[in-house]
């Protein structure tokens, strides 16, 4: 069984964000956050795959930069752990909304393992949920439609390679997927965005929330449910102290594999 380690890159942020907003139909007295938006890169001795790519740079998606963050944040997240953006040979994407596919074009290797579902929802999506898939502006392509050419669409569950498998966890989208990855202190779980903060996923899943941003709270509901079921440890989306560690699983978990 191959072994992976986590590390999570900083491609952007979602500013000054309530974090009401996350936790549906929780007050949290204004609270507002800086959320990073994360790809994961997932590593073993034999395999390179990463999870999700960002929103892109400063000039495809403005909304998503701090005023003193540097102009394209992935690549020099990149450069940090020592990995060419060629080297990068498959991406996983949890779903097509603007601030997880905007950095894609960063990787021309790449194939891009998404939920058929995921793709028609892209085209067609809910009211509101048209400007984060930018499919409301005439003239405009959307991030997601720049690899149309190098999509492999999924029907459900799909082992991507020995260790790392996707996992259907709809209610965010409905195409929404999560990714299984094998690691020496157990399985790991990134849910995508049905769990964006830690707290959605309360007490280690004793009890949970659903993300204020939803398109079906009963998909949200059974989704939860599968989550708890897999018992693996779930890392958030969009939650700041995902970063006060620069890679899982945390050494504490590890087992000794010597
Ligand atoms: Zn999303």
């Known amino acids: ?9 900083r491609c952007g942020h979602i500013v000054d964000h309530p974090v009401e907003s996350f936790l549906y139909r929780t007050k949290t007295s204004e609270l507002r956050i800086d959320a990073p938006c994360i790809a994961w890169l997932l ?12 929103p892109g740079t400063r000039v495809q998606a403005p909304q998503h ?4 963050d540097p102009d394209d944040l992935l690549p020099l997240e990149l450069v940090r752990v020592g990995i060419k953006p060629d080297a990068i040979k498959t ?3 949890t779903h097509l909304h603007n601030d997880h596919v905007g950095g894609a074009e960063h990787f021309p290797e790449a194939t891009f393992y998404v939920q058929l579902k995921e793709l028609q929802e892209a085209v067609w999506p809910v009211p509101f949920q048209r400007p984060i898939y930018e499919v ?19 029907d459900g569950d799909t082992a991507i390679c020995p260790g790392v498998s996707t996992v259907m966890l709809p209610g965010h989208t409905s195409g929404s997927q999560g990714v299984l990855v094998d690691t020496n202190a157990g399985p790991h779980l990134l849910p995508g965005d049905l769990v964006p903060l830690a707290d959605n996923w309360k007490a280690n899943g004793a009890s949970w929330i659903p993300n204020g941003n ?4 009963y998909a949200c509901e059974r989704s939860f449910q599968r989550l708890a079921a897999l018992g693996a440890t779930v890392l958030p989306s969009h939650d700041p102290r995902v970063f006060d560690h620069a ?12």
Not at 43 to 54: A, M
Not at 65 to 68: D, V
Request: net charge negative; charged share 15%.
């Open 1 to 9: 069984m191959s072994q992976f380690e986590l590390l999570p890159l």
């Open 43 to 54: 590593r073993s001795p034999t395999d390179l795959i990463l999870v999700d790519t960002g």
């Open 65 to 68: 930069y701090r005023s003193n």
């Open 91 to 93: 991406v996983i994407l």
């Open 136 to 154: 409301n502006r005439r003239g405009h392509a959307p991030a997601w439609t720049s690899i149309l050419d190098r999509y492999v669409a999924l």
């Open 214 to 217: 939803h398109t079906d709270l």
């Open 247 to 258: 890679t899982y699983p945390l050494p504490q978990l590890a087992q000794d594999t010597a």
